[in-house]
């Protein structure tokens, strides 16, 4: 079942389409990466799904338990969230509990609660002032999850933080993702891999690939041929790129990069021309394309 799901949504500001024709569909349970470069409209589609911001076009289809407010349903990290120093991790808990319409008492029942998930129990009557980029974000989170919503979601959860940072939110989503579902934004391929079931990969306000992490990781592991050569292989890439087992290929100075569709037939190919040995051959290796290739291609 989906949480949310848009047709065609877009948001254009002036002259910058900065969302379009976008299809998204969050499923209950799972943890979704949306991926992709710096201005691939990520915040922007979030602030959509968030109501911070109306769309120009297309719709936003929530759950049937859905039930006209978005503050009951949802539950938001902002890519800088804003923390009061002076107050305690537990104050701001409570506070974030009761602006989501928790009554007092319930309130405080839940920013307990919260603080012991987030690992953040024994520190809960010190200042925020006071804590680290990694306590600041695990409270964020928290703060997210005070009201328990359907799903939460994260806006660059883990981009400004020090590797230090970084391990802890990533180890936090980790655990949260076998009891809530999740929706987060990132530019990094490796923190999406490391934690997301389905990934939508963004480029230039649209999804350009989508699918769960398995599905993407199997499809686009092609076999390939990586090949570093002495002298420039550009000439000979013209009669290569003629033959019928050549899928694609990436030159980058001497270095090259050939998919393939028939690993056997290549090899074969590759070892008996002669041309290619004329080049002076310094590496010969078995490859194949991971997600990582496909991720810099369809972004670059
Ligand atoms: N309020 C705004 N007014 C005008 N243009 C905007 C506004 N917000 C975003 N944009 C533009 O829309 C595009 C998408 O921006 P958005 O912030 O959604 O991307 P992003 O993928 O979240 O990138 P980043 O990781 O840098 O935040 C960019 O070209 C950005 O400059």
Redesign the pocket.
């Known amino acids: 079942m989906s949480l949310i799901e848009t047709s065609s949504l877009g948001k254009r500001?002036?002259d910058?389409e900065?969302?379009k024709q976008l299809n998204l569909s969050v499923r209950e349970g799972a943890c979704t990466a949306l991926l992709?470069?710096?201005?691939?409209?990520?915040?922007?589609?979030l602030n959509m799904l968030t109501g911070l911001m109306k769309p120009t076009e297309g719709t936003i289809q929530f759950d049937a338990a859905y039930e006209g407010d978005r503050r009951n349903y949802l539950g938001y990290l902002p890519?800088y969230p804003k923390f009061f120093g002076w107050m305690s991790g537990e104050e701001y808990l409570i506070f974030a509990a009761e602006l989501a319409g928790l009554p007092k008492k319930q309130a405080k029942i839940s920013a307990s609660e919260m603080l012991e998930l987030i690992g953040l129990q024994d520190d809960g009557k010190k200042r925020i002032s006071g804590y680290s980029g990694g306590m600041k974000q695990r409270l964020g989170i928290a703060q997210a999850l005070v009201h328990s919503p359907k799903l939460i979601i994260l806006d660059?959860p883990v981009s400004a933080l020090d590797p230090i940072g970084r391990r802890e939110v990533l180890e936090l989503m980790k655990r949260l993702k076998t009891h809530t579902s999740i929706l987060f934004?990132t530019?990094v391929l490796h923190d999406a891999e490391e934690v997301s079931d389905d990934i939508f990969i963004?480029n230039k306000?649209t999804v350009v690939i989508e699918g769960s992490l398995r599905e993407l990781q199997q499809t686009h592991q092609k076999p390939a041929f990586f090949l570093e050569t002495e002298k420039s292989p550009e000439e000979w890439l013209h009669t290569l790129k003629e033959q019928d087992w050549v899928v694609d290929w990436e030159l980058d100075h001497h270095r090259l990069m050939i998919t393939v569709d028939n690993m056997e037939k290549a090899r074969a190919n590759l070892l008996k021309d002669e041309h290619l040995h004329e080049l002076k051959l310094v590496k010969f290796e078995v490859a194949k394309t991971s997600l990582e290739d496909l991720f810099m291609k369809v972004i670059s």
């Not at 992709?36 to 589609?45: I, R, V």
């Open positions: 500001f002036n910058t900065a969302v992709g470069p710096n201005g691939a409209g990520k915040t922007t589609t890519q660059e934004s530019h963004m306000g």
